[in-house]
């Protein structure tokens, strides 16, 4: 569009170059001053005019990698086989035979080819970070591969980044982005954003890390507000499946599913709390603030001070080596996760995704930080990587939080009170235990102990692994009346029936046997 004051270029639909109506609040929109005073008429031959042969632009809704063209696009530049493409002046990119755009306009990344990539930055980066840090940077420069990653494993874990406040989470996930051509950015909250602006932002970008800060406040409301976004809801993802679908405006059936391109990291103060489903496809890493002292905080100040300009060669660099990087992952993946099982982390899909970060890390020394990075502090990460496999598995092996919270209450009130006093429906020695839930939750109450919502310990308690779960709703003939104080101590009740549920009784085999 044209104006003796101006000019801009911009696209215009079908629908908007189909009727005058829709045409004349495009132009003003796109150029002030600029209006269509034509007829429906008019346009048309105008239109006719101006769309004879025309070239056809294929185009993407999203910002990053197109696994159907094979080609990274962004705002102002698009990397096609390792070849960084400038856009034209048409707006668009030639890579080959075929011409791409993208017609997100956000996140903006920004890419640097006029600068050579040099890791000057390592060894304070090293210093300051340590090992936890070439674990992350390795997790991260994954991402850009994701999509290609997913083709050959059918996966991508997230990583949960965990330390309390101060402990430098925020200053290395900016310096991050600045690697990856974005300033100023953290990540995003999904407990203040909208569901639709939760799933706008997985799905606007390709091949790039989606970060979700301070998600743990739901964690901790005790269950009595409905959280609006569940860790549960992520697990498509990590296979890179659609994780949201909605209904298009039309006649027919149709839907929008598009499938999750990118890779999730949660940073928060504490540990997510997500079912055994969510935790092993997690990578978890925590960080303290011990051994901050001014020497690291003048160190951190003076990576912060890394220009973007100069920063974003980073991802540059990474991008226009894809195909080494992704032969070396290649190469080493299935032998790295052969040795995890050899170790004795057997969980397979627990030591697919630490194995996965170390071939990443055998990556970064040869392709990106060869020359600069030492050969203990590859093998410090991956002792590392070890440790935390070996921690995830153990904590699988465990109680969910609240059921830990809900037995812990449930054993301290069943020893707390009188000998005739009994939560447990059976008899104190037989291999499994019957309790009612309503019944412990009125004692709790009465002993102001706090108890997760009774709606969803419903649900957790079934994969209890103390008190293994049995039945649920059984009837069990009772003399206890463990909510009321006063019938329990009346000997001459008459039974009743209870509906409980049924677990097994851990401690059976302590139990001291009765003589014959």
Known sequence: LQSPWGET????????????????????SVLSGAMWTGSDQQLETFIKRKTEKLREVKTIDFIGYSKDYQAYIFDQYAVHNGQVIHKNEHDFF??????????????????????????????????LNGANGLIILAWWTGTYFAEQIRALNSSYPFFEFVGQAGAGKSTLLELLWKFSGREAYEGFDPNKSTSVAIYRNFAQASNMPIVLIEGDRNDQNGGTQKAKFSWDELKDAFNGRAIRSKGLKTAGNETYEPPFRGAIMISQNTPIQASEAILSRTLHLTVTTKGHNLDKKRIADRLSRIELAEACTYMTHCLKNEAKILQTYSDNIQGLEEEFHQKGIT??????????????????????????????????????????????????????PQVQQFWDAFEYMNVSRNASFSLNHHDQDAQSIAINLNEVYKVAARNYQSLPDINEMRTLLRSSRRYKFIDMNKPVKSKNFPADDVKNATSDIRERVVKCWLFTNPYFNQQPKKPK
Request: overall charge positive.
């Open 347 to 400: 969980h397979t899909r627990i030591a697919l995704c630490h194995a996965q970060v170390s071939a990443m890390i055998d990556a970064l020394s040869e392709h990106v930080l060869k020359g600069v990075i030492d050969l203990d502090e590859i093998c410090d990460a991956k002792r590392i990587l070890e440790t935390m496999a070996r921690e995830r598995i153990e904590q699988l092996g465990s109680d969910h």
């Open 9 to 28: 270029k911009t696209t215009f639909t079908a629908e908007h170059m189909a009727s005058r109506s829709k045409f004349k609040p495009r132009v003003m």
């Open 94 to 127: 030639k890579t080959g035979k075929k011409e791409l755009k993208s017609l997100a306009n956000s996140p903006v990344i920004t890419l640097n080819p006029k600068k050579e990539f040099s890791p000057s930055w390592w060894k304070d980066f090293y210093t």
